[in-house]
């Protein structure tokens, strides 16, 4: 039997474990965007640098597409930036930086 043969335990209409990313893929032209972080208020921020723009998608999968052209915002610094001074951040957000930076917020925090 070959592999794209093999049964899955997993059920047609079964949910994502991550259902805001799915939602982000769905409004977004990139196949996986860049998962920013999650704001103060539970919505999940993805970044698609094809269209320079940020899907936000809240708890309840109520979901938008902000191109940053539409937005007083020149860059997703501005964006993050911005999201912090409206809503904070939860987590993240994850951009730039590397991975000792986050390591070192982890262990600080």
Same mark, same amino acid.
């Given at each position: 039997?070959?592999?794209?043969?093999?049964?899955? !335990?997993?059920?047609? /209409?079964?949910? %994502? @474990?991550?259902?805001?990313?799915?939602?982000?893929?769905?409004?977004?032209?990139? $196949?996986?965007? &860049?998962? &920013? *972080?999650? #704001? $103060?208020? $539970?919505?999940?921020?993805?970044? %698609?640098?094809?269209?320079?723009?940020?899907? +936000?998608?809240?708890? %309840? !999968?109520?979901?938008?597409?902000?191109?940053?052209? #539409?937005?007083?915002?020149?860059? &997703? @610094? /501005?964006?993050?930036?911005?999201?912090? #001074?409206?809503?904070?951040?939860? +987590? *993240?957000?994850?951009? $730039? *930086?590397?991975?000792? #930076?986050?390591?070192?917020? *982890? &262990? !600080? @925090?």
């Amino acid at each position: 039997m070959s592999k794209s043969a093999i049964p899955t !335990n997993k059920s047609v /209409g079964t949910t %994502d @474990a991550h259902p805001q990313e799915r939602i982000a893929r769905e409004l977004l032209t990139q $196949g996986r965007p &860049l998962f &920013l *972080g999650v #704001d $103060g208020e $539970g919505a999940a921020h993805y970044w %698609d640098s094809y269209e320079f723009a940020v899907a +936000v998608v809240a708890r %309840d !999968n109520r979901a938008e597409k902000v191109p940053l052209a #539409d937005t007083p915002y020149e860059t &997703l @610094a /501005g964006w993050c930036e911005y999201t912090q #001074d409206e809503r904070g951040w939860a +987590v *993240g957000p994850h951009v $730039g *930086g590397n991975i000792v #930076d986050d390591l070192a917020r *982890g &262990l !600080n @925090a």
